[in-house]
């Protein structure tokens, strides 16, 4: 008999929100509290497969996780294009203009997309 390798299971966004969520020192109530919406969102979250850049900007601030450069390396996109969407990332954490991240990301996907074709 061969030897069978294990299929890596694709875990969802919000459970992988979930996991992080565990090993953090903050209740649901205080999550829901800084994200500004109630427990049954925060549950409702930890259900997605799918949430939007900016909302996953604030989760990852609040729970001081990137899980937008580590959605973005699960699904393939080269260290040097994670590396910069990172710093991005952090500017704009920092410089508090999530929206624009979101407008700076979508053309970083473009020229990311364009350099593997080239």
Same mark, same amino acid.
């Given at each position: 008999?061969?030897?069978?390798?294990?299929?890596? /299971? !694709? #875990?969802?966004?919000?459970?992988? @929100?979930?996991?992080?969520?565990?090993?953090?020192?903050?209740?649901? &109530?205080?999550?829901?509290?800084?994200?500004?919406?109630?427990?049954?969102?925060?549950?409702?979250?930890?259900?997605? /497969? !799918? #949430?939007?850049?900016?909302?996953? @900007?604030?989760?990852?601030k609040i729970l001081q996780?990137?899980?937008? &450069?580590?959605?973005?390396?699960?699904?393939?996109?080269?260290?040097?294009?994670?590396?910069?969407?990172?710093?991005?990332?952090? #500017?704009?954490?920092?410089?508090?203009?999530?929206?624009?991240?979101?407008?700076?990301?979508?053309?970083?996907?473009?020229?990311?997309?364009?350099?593997?074709?080239?």
């Open positions: 008999m061969g030897t069978e390798q294990q299929k890596t /299971k !694709k #875990i969802a966004i919000g459970e992988r @929100i979930k996991e992080v969520f565990d090993k953090k020192d903050i209740s649901i &109530a205080q999550f829901a509290e800084r994200l500004s919406c109630d427990r049954a969102n925060i549950y409702n979250i930890f259900r997605r /497969k !799918k #949430i939007d850049h900016e909302r996953l @900007i604030e989760i990852s996780h990137n899980f937008v &450069a580590e959605s973005y390396t699960k699904n393939g996109y080269s260290h040097k294009t994670v590396s910069q969407i990172t710093l991005v990332l952090e #500017i704009a954490m920092d410089a508090k203009m999530v929206k624009n991240f979101t407008k700076t990301l979508k053309q970083m996907e473009i020229n990311a997309v364009y350099e593997a074709k080239n």
